[in-house]
């Protein structure tokens, strides 16, 4: 067997346990490179220590991409080469503890408010009415907006689990306006040469309208910060984001100026 024949069992395996096309290429990238860096060494002949002196000797740029690598080396070492004893130390790093960055409410208003370009504004609102992914919005099909119901159906999202979320009055006013200007087919929102938008043309029309400091995800947060301000319930906000844990969502009320502010404090 060549080298590139671990790489497509690997493939192969990743599509067989479902794993998103996000993760899959990830895999796939760090695998190709860990199997280019030992040229050298047949596969089969790859002893644990080459694993070790390959993640011990690797100049990670941050915890993210440290923890996709380990992953993809330790699926390389567990279902391409078969091997059964774990001898490699695939311990992951400590995760920082780092809060959301939200923006705050007025400004963000404020800011989609004088967006000119329709579809920008429906991109936007919609994300920030109730914390859509990135992913989520570009994989949207028109048959997911449910105005009788006024309920949107978010389908196979992170961890392939389906949700659904309510529908602001103002936001389906806002995408009729949209729908009428651009006629999209079946994706809610197409490209201009492709028939869906793409989640880099997403992060390029926040830094846009809202500033160079902003990526799409922060709309997110910004949306569940809102919705805890407003009074909405932990758990409602738990559903509505599609967290399996409540801890999770438990998070924004570390950011929440509001509630910060009500803290009675000793002197």
Do not use: W
């Amino acid at each position: 067997m060549k080298k590139t024949d671990y790489y497509e069992i690997c493939k192969q395996k990743l599509q067989y346990l479902n794993y998103s096309k996000n993760t899959l290429d990830i895999y796939l990238f760090y695998i190709s490179r860990f199997l280019n860096k030992t040229l050298g060494i047949y596969p089969t002949k790859l002893t644990s220590s080459d694993f070790q002196n390959y993640l011990d000797g690797y100049r990670f740029t941050s915890i993210s991409q440290q923890n996709q690598i380990i992953s993809a080396i330790k699926f390389l070492y567990k279902f391409g080469l078969n091997k059964k004893y774990d001898k490699v130390s695939f311990v992951r790093p400590r995760n920082e503890k780092k809060l959301p960055q939200v923006i705050e409410t007025e400004y963000l208003k404020n800011r989609i408010e004088k967006i000119k370009n329709l579809k920008h504004k429906a991109i936007i609102s919609l994300a920030y009415s109730v914390g859509l992914r990135v992913s989520e919005v570009i994989n949207l099909k028109i048959k997911d907006i449910d105005s009788k119901r006024m309920l949107i159906y978010i389908n196979n999202a992170k961890g392939k689990k389906d949700r659904i979320v309510p529908l602001s009055k103002n936001v389906l006013l806002l995408l009729r306006e949209y729908f009428k200007g651009y006629k999209p087919e079946k994706f809610l929102f197409n490209g201009q040469s492709k028939i869906q938008y793409s989640s880099t043309s997403c992060n390029a029309i926040v830094k846009k309208h809202l500033g160079g400091d902003f990526h799409f995800h922060t709309l997110r947060h910004s949306c569940f910060t809102t919705l805890l301000e407003s009074g909405v319930d932990l758990r409602i906000i738990q559903k509505i984001a599609g967290h399996n844990n409540v801890k999770t969502t438990e998070i924004y009320t570390h950011v929440s100026n509001i509630l910060l502010n009500k803290i009675q404090l000793p002197i």
